[in-house]
T-cell receptor, first 113, second 113 residues
Framework: DAGVIQSTRHEVTEMGQEVTLRCKPISGHDYLFWYRQTMMRGLELLIYFNNNVPIDDSGMPEDRFSAKMPNASFSTLKIQPSEPRDSAVYFC???????????FGNGTRLTVT | GDSVTQMEGPVTLSEEAFLTINCTYTATGYPSLFWYVQYPGEGLQLLLKATKADDKGSNKGFEATYRKETTSFHLEKGSVQVSDSAVYFCALTPNTGGFKTIFGAGTRLFVKA
């Protein structure tokens, strides 16, 4: 089992640019989550999917953020336009059901200059 | 709404000392409770879990008991090692409504040789 894969560990972009973060969940996991981690706010749930369908995006901070899951093995989180306050570590996680733990990727550290 | 409160860190201990990290929660019903650990540069990984009242989760010498009467899930280890140095997160997943895992702020543990 390869685990949750976030292939980009560090992403640096300039303010105003579009940035796309990518995630491959564990095969067979029906739930996929995007979290953001900052020192000030800790871990925040941005959005989660069940069977590729977005279920709750109430944590997405602004319309600048969007997420998709075109199939069971791939999801993206896009920020357009990016701002310096978006700088954080973005984690993708997947799971099978609410009694089971979340399996996290190693995260993508985003820096917006 | 649901919430998790855990003791602030950092916690600094000498090797072989006893560890307790307090965690209390607010939730309706019987949520599933988890402890996760995060090492530098990595995602969170499950340490232990408990899904019903009075259950004890255990792993790698760590233990926590689901106490419904005190809404607590304190983490303990009898003898810590330098390799236990990490950030520990208490978390809950509600058993009704959305699959939205709530994390505590995290407690950083330093273990000195």
């Amino acid at each position: 089992d390869a685990g949750v894969i976030q292939s980009t560990r560090h992403e640096v972009t300039e303010m105003g640019q579009e940035v796309t973060l990518r995630c491959k969940p564990i095969s067979g996991h029906d739930y996929l989550f995007w979290y953001r981690q900052t020192m000030m706010r800790g871990l925040e749930l941005l959005i989660y999917f069940n069977n590729n369908v977005p279920i709750d995006d109430s944590g997405m901070p602004e319309d600048r953020f969007s997420a998709k899951m075109p199939n069971a093995s791939f999801s993206t989180l896009k920020i357009q336009p990016s701002e310096p306050r978006d700088s954080a570590v973005y984690f993708c996680a997947s799971s099978t059901n609410r009694d089971s733990p979340l399996h996290f990727g190693n995260g993508t550290r985003l820096t917006v200059t | 709404g649901d919430s998790v409160t855990q003791m602030e860190g950092p916690v600094t201990l000498s090797e072989e000392a006893f560890l307790t990290i307090n965690c209390t929660y607010t939730a309706t019903g019987y949520p599933s409770l988890f402890w996760y650990v995060q090492y530098p540069g990595e995602g969170l990984q499950l340490l232990l879990k408990a899904t019903k009242a009075d259950d004890k989760g255990s792993n790698k010498g760590f233990e926590a008991t689901y106490r419904k009467e005190t809404t607590s899930f304190h983490l303990e280890k009898g003898s810590v090692q330098v390799s236990d140095s990490a950030v520990y997160f208490c978390a809950l997943t509600p058993n009704t409504g959305g699959f939205k895992t709530i994390f505590g702020a995290g407690t950083r543990l330093f273990v000195k040789a």
